[in-house]
Structures are given as structure tokens and as C-alpha cells.
């Protein structure tokens, strides 16, 4: 019963960024001995591209079923979510640092019962300018994005410098790049939209 | 014979142009083959959830140099990951039904600035890379599903202006 207790008490917790990076490190090997498959997830979006509305362009002609078992690893992201989420729920609020937290304030964003700030990432605030601007134009250059860079943070960033390769690592610099400006530049007027 | 020779043609296509996220098997598995990868996901999504790698607000203290956690996260990962492919490279470790596990260098392209600066931008706005935005549906965050189709339209349009984009 103790045990269970405690096992229960440390899975409810955050998981430290050691245990996390090690299991995420781990998937790598783990596609490769499956089935020589590379950890990556943004090649889904393109997949989606190429089932639902390919059109005539040469880009998304090509053989997605054989693709698909990335649509699998999506689909399997998206159920382990959901039971970490509802299985083994943290009741506690996100902790935030407190300068984040001062100047999130400033934007009327208190709410940190979630992972995502409920004020800015909800059906209700959609249709709202920044709400907007956040989900649907954050999402456009996150697609837009990952496929012109050639990858996301788990092709380029883990995949791609694991494996050595220069032009993941100029990939991921400019990831982090773009990052910086946003979240320190641009992201400030957006939130007083 | 004559069916299988386009397939190879264009698979051969999506390898060239990303070597990164693509399916590097040559062996033809039945489709339920793919519940391994499923799994593989499954356990993913429990870890992005359950270290908080989907938050909003980890994403902003990372690009704050708030808090260390995802530097952590991310460098943790390329560390294991990188002494794995070492030990697979220098082994030479076999896929489990035996196939060679091959590696494709990636070339270098001007997208790879450009893209990465756009992706960047988009990352911290919504807080979310692809992963994360499959995880935050699955925990119920309804609303990404907007995020997702956003991201797949924006994959589309990319797809769209391709060649006329500087690469």
C-alpha cells in the first residue's frame, strides 16, 4: 500500500527534465530497431497534406500510406496525453517564474490551473485579435515553418544534431532565434491586442 | 513489375527533398505492423504531459532564460539519443526483422534558416511545436485542433510556393 503510495506520489508530480530528456532521447533507438523509422513528427502535417487535398502539387505526390506509420506515432502521442492527463492527473497549478508572472499579469493572464493559459489558448478567446493572431496565425508558421526548415524540434533538434549533421544544428539555432524574438519582441504588442 | 516502379520513384522523391521524419524501411510490413509505433507515441505523450514539455508557460521561460527545465529536456535527449546512434553505428545494430538501420545526411539549404526563423516565431507564439499540439488535444485542450489545421495549411501553402521560394 505504501509503495503504491508513494509510486502514485512520484508519477503525479512533474517529472524532472532528466527523466523526461532520457525517455525522449530513448525513442530515437527505439524507432530505429522497430523499423528504421527517424524520430520526427512535422512530416505528419505534410502527410495530411498529401491524403486529404494533394491538388497537383508535386510536393504532396507521393505514397503517404507508406508514411503512415508516422500518423500512428502521432495518434499514440495523442492517447499517452490523454492518460497522463486523466490517468495520472497533477492537481497542483503549473509553477511559473515569478517574473513571468508579473509580466503575464500586465496581459490579464492569472490563470495557471491549466498547461496553457486559458485567457489565450481556448474556444472563447479564438475569436478575439490575439487569440487569433496566437492560435491560427501560430499555427500557420508553425506548419509553414517546420516544412521549409525541413523538420521541427524532434527532427532537427534531437534527431538531426544526435546524428551529427551541421545543418540541423544552423536549424535549430534559428529555431531558437526565432523563439527569442518572439517570445521577447514581438510577443509583448500581440498581447495587448 | 511495372506497378512497383513508380512507388520506388517517388518515395525516393520524399527522401531527397527531407531526409529528416520519413519512413526509411524498404521492407513491406501488413498495416497493423504500425501499432508498435502507437505504442512508441503512447509512451511519448505521457512523458510530454506528465515533464510539462506541452506547457505554455515552460515554453516562455525557455525563450526567457527563465528556467532551465527544457534546455534540460532537449539536451538530456540529444545526449542519449546521439551515444544510441553511436552504438547502432558502431555495431552495426539491425532493425528487429534484421534490415540494416540506414542514416541519411542531411544537405544543407537556405530553408533551413529561413524556415527555422519562421518556425521559431510560430513556436513561441503558440507554445507548441507538431508534438506537443497532438498531446494538447489528447489532454483535452479542444481548442488546438484549430492550431493543428492552421499548421496543416500552412504545411499546404508551403507546399504551394515551394519552388518559388529561395532554398
Known sequence: ?193 | MNKVQPEIITDFEVRSLDTMCVNESEQQHPWWYNFKYLAVGILFGIVFVKAEIISWFRMQEMFRFQRFHMYGVIGTAVVVAAISILLIKKYKVKTIHGEEIHFTPKKFNRGQIIGGLIFGLGWALTGACPGPIFAQIGMGITVMVVVLLSAIAGTWVYGYFREKLPH
Open chain 1, 1 to 193: 500500500m505504501l509503495s503504491t503510495f508513494f509510486m502514485k506520489e512520484f508519477l503525479q508530480q512533474p517529472w524532472p527534465w532528466y527523466v523526461a530528456g532520457g525517455f525522449i532521447g530513448l525513442i530515437v533507438p527505439i524507432l530505429l530497431v522497430l523499423g528504421n523509422k527517424h524520430f520526427g513528427i512535422s512530416a505528419n502535417l505534410r502527410h495530411a497534406c498529401a491524403a486529404c487535398f494533394p491538388g497537383k502539387i508535386s510536393f504532396f505526390q507521393y505514397n503517404w500510406k507508406k508514411e503512415s506509420w508516422n500518423l500512428f506515432f502521432a495518434g499514440g502521442i495523442l492517447i499517452g496525453a490523454a492518460i497522463a492527463a486523466f490517468g495520472i492527473p497533477d492537481p497542483n497549478p503549473v509553477i511559473v517564474h515569478p517574473e513571468l508572472v508579473t509580466e503575464l499579469k500586465a496581459y490579464g493572464i492569472t490563470d495557471y490551473s491549466s498547461m496553457v493559459p486559458k485567457e489565450l489558448v481556448s474556444w472563447s478567446s479564438l475569436f478575439s485579435v490575439r487569440g487569433m493572431i496566437m492560435m491560427i496565425g501560430g499555427g500557420f508558421l508553425v506548419g509553414f515553418g517546420s516544412r521549409y526548415a525541413g523538420g521541427c524540434t524532434s527532427g532537427h533538434a534531437i534527431m538531426g544534431l544526435a546524428n551529427l549533421q551541421w545543418p540541423s544544428l544552423i536549424a535549430t539555432c534559428c529555431f531558437m532565434a526565432g523563439g527569442f524574438l518572439m517570445a521577447n519582441l514581438i510577443l509583448p504588442f500581440i498581447m495587448k491586442l
